[in-house]
């Protein structure tokens, strides 16, 4: 009889319990490496479709396909054991209908194993959250800066610093949360907004770019490894990680021009006594 482990992920309605109490932590993650590092770490690995611009150097998330993020989420599944993943859906993938959205959604959930997807937009999703979840689909939403509607926003703009902005988002997160999502990214808000939909809406928030008023915070891995070439104002980078791979590159660089690398305990010699390499089988090969 075979003994299958199981390990116990954390699951969406986790999260959802999880409203005003120890702030949820999450991170992106797009392949199994650094989603096995996060793993212990955080409450959920969002598979963001922000890796079009930080894997793949588009210019924004609107051309990323879907075939893209069930590749990345799979990998990031794979990667991990008890967070739970919660996968992107990309731009066009799911606006048109309620249909359309379920039926994409599913080929994610079953393509990769993730628990939950996220999608963009309040009350204009309401009813598709709503069909979604019916259906057995747990759904985050994302407010406030939403990037794949960059076009009409006419660029990646802060919401809620003027006072008459309020009133459509704080209709967007009550919409969200009564069709059904189980918690909310808040993106790019001023604080005093994060807060009050923090307050008023039953779901957790969770911020990115929206104050430390959320229930939660996310950031994308590279940026707050120090690994992107510019990061927004609310991004902290805990880590130079790009400064340790350019030297460990030069160091390799120089360690390959001079042959200092490979060296012998990087080498794999014959067995027995012919392994000897002598200054003339190094020189002839023979
Ligand atoms: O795609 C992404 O990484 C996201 C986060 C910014 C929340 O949606």
């Keep these: 009889m ?3 482990k199981i390990a116990k992920r954390v699951t969406a309605p986790d999260i959802a319990g999880r409203k005003g109490g120890e702030p949820i932590v999450s991170l992106t993650a797009y392949h199994a490496h650094t989603a096995r590092i996060l793993d212990p770490h955080v409450d959920f690995l969002l598979v963001g479709d922000s890796l079009g611009m930080v894997m ?3 210019e924004s998330t609107v051309p990323v396909p879907l075939d893209m993020m069930i590749m990345h989420g799979a990998a990031v599944v ?7 993943v919660v996968v992107d859906m990309p731009f066009g993938s799911y606006e048109e209908s309620p249909n359309l959205a379920f039926r994409n959604a599913a080929r994610v959930m079953k393509e990769t194993g993730c628990g939950a997807v996220k999608l963009e937009g309040g009350k204009r999703m309401g ?6 979840t ?3 689909i747990p759904v985050m939403a994302h407010i406030g800066l939403t990037p794949q509607s960059v076009h009409v926003m006419g660029g990646f703009k802060t919401q809620g610093r003027k006072r008459d902005e309020w009133t459509a988002i704080e209709e967007d997160a009550k919409a969200i949360a009564e069709a059904g999502a189980f918690s909310v990214v808040l993106e790019g808000m001023a604080e005093l907004l994060a807060a009050r939909i923090t307050k ?3 779901i957790p928030t969770i911020g990115i770019g929206a104050s430390a008023e959320c229930d939660g915070q996310i950031l994308v891995l590279e940026d707050m490894l120090g690994l992107s070439p510019r990061v927004p104002k609310f991004v902290k980078e805990f880590a130079k990680i790009g400064d340790a791979i350019e030297s460990a590159v030069q160091s390799y660089a120089k360690d390959v021009r001079a042959r200092k690398f490979p060296a012998p305990e990087h080498t794999y ?3 027995g006594k012919a392994g000897a390499v002598t200054k003339k089988t190094k020189m002839t090969g023979s």
């Design 269 to 271: 010699a014959m067995k």
């Design 56 to 58: 793949h150097g588009l």
């Design 127 to 132: 009813e598709t959250i709503n069909y979604m």
């Design 134 to 136: 019916e259906r057995g």
């Design 200 to 202: 008023s809406c039953p």
């Design 78 to 84: 794979r990667g991990s054991a008890r967070s739970l």
């Design 2 to 4: 075979s003994i299958q």
